[in-house]
């Protein structure tokens, strides 16, 4: 049986309580991520932020707000106020399937992965889509390797 350890990611980028919104959005942009969980001095987990977030706690530019201003308050809030702390964690060896039905039973979209309440991985659909494409490439394979083997008739 497949556990969350044998999918989820890692190698994560965090955040510390006190980092700011443009910590957040530059370390979104870099590392072409949606999801920063955000941890103490000891790894321990605090909450998450998301791209939804820092979204929500943007100015609209419909405000005709000026990037060096909204670059200035992005620099000047730190994600601490913004942050979700109320997220459900998972822990490493709890089956994949059930991780799976937990992110489409609640529309995550991602799970933190703790033990011991540090911060082991996260686990997130881009990886559950990742799983699926190999998934998939490997029945393809099989279909058609099946479909060229020589037949045997009596």
């Given amino acids: ?14 955040l510390k309580f006190s980092d700011t919104i443009a910590h957040a ?10 999801h920063i969980p955000i941890v103490d001095g000891k790894n321990n987990f605090v909450g998450l932020i998301t791209h939804r977030d820092i979204l929500a706690a943007t100015i609209s530019k419909l405000a005709e707000i000026d990037e060096k201003t909204q670059a200035e308050l992005d620099a000047s809030i730190p994600i601490c106020e913004i942050m979700r702390k ?7 060896d709890m089956p994949l399937k059930e991780a799976a039905q ?24 881009a990886d559950f889509l990742n799983l ?3 998934l998939l490439s490997a029945l393809e394979q099989e ?8 037949r045997h008739t009596r």
């Fill in 102 to 125: 937990i992110l489409v039973n609640h529309k995550y979209g991602c799970l933190p992965v703790l033990k011991d309440n540090k911060l082991v991985g996260i686990l997130t659909e």
């Fill in 143 to 150: 279909i058609s390797l099946g479909s060229t083997s020589p």
């Fill in 86 to 92: 109320d997220i459900t964690t998972v822990p490493p």
């Fill in 25 to 34: 959005k530059s370390l979104m942009n870099l590392a072409r991520i949606r």
């Fill in 1 to 14: 049986m497949l556990k969350v350890a044998d999918l989820m990611s890692k190698d994560v980028f965090t």
């Fill in 132 to 134: 699926t494409i190999s």
